[in-house]
Structure formats: C-alpha cells, structure tokens
C-alpha cells in the first residue's frame, strides 16, 4: 500500500535528504583536489615565467575551493533541516 499525504512526502524528504548527504563529503573532497590543483598549475606557471597567470590561477582555485565548501556547508544545514522536520511527524509549529 502506497504512503499517502503528509507520510509519503516524509518518506521522500528523508531519502533526498540521505542523497545529499552523500554529497557533502564529495563536494569537500572535490574543493580539497581543487586547491591543490591550483597551487601545482600556479607553481608551474610561475616557474615559466608567468607570475600573473599564477596569481590568477591561485585566486580562482582559493574562491572556487571556498564556494565548494560553503555548499557543502549549506547542503549539511538542509540535510539537518530535512531530517528534523521528519522526525517532527511533518507539523511545525509556527508562533
């Protein structure tokens, strides 16, 4: 028998929220491998004789390393958000 109402939209948040929670490791990982990669381009290219394409490619990796774990930051919030408005049996009380 399917859920129906209130239960089968709880049941859909909980498996979307595990979803994203799966994400929010791989979106740190992914910001880690960015900076690393950026600060071995940029070393590179100011070993060749390019410092401003270095420092370029450093403020590129460290914003988009610091965009990539805010959005996992931002993805554990609505995972915690998802799963407590769960386990609140889907009423929030409202003041």
């Known amino acids: 028998m399917p859920l129906r109402g209130a239960a ?3 049941a859909a948040l ?3 929220a595990d979803l994203v929670d799966g994400l929010t490791g791989r979106l740190r990982v992914l910001g880690a491998v960015l900076f690393v ?3 071995a381009l940029a070393f590179f290219q100011f070993s060749g004789g390019q410092p401003l ?5 450093l403020l590129a990796g460290g914003v988009g390393t610091i965009a990539l774990m805010a959005l996992a930051d931002i993805a ?3 995972v915690a958000l998802a799963r407590a408005s769960g386990t609140s ?3 929030m009380d409202v003041d």
Do not use: M
Request: glycine share 10%.
């Open 8 to 10: 089968s939209a709880v």
């Open 14 to 16: 909980a498996r979307q």
């Open 37 to 39: 990669a950026s600060v």
């Open 53 to 57: 394409a270095a420092l370029w490619t």
């Open 76 to 78: 554990r919030l609505l």
């Open 89 to 91: 049996g889907g009423v």
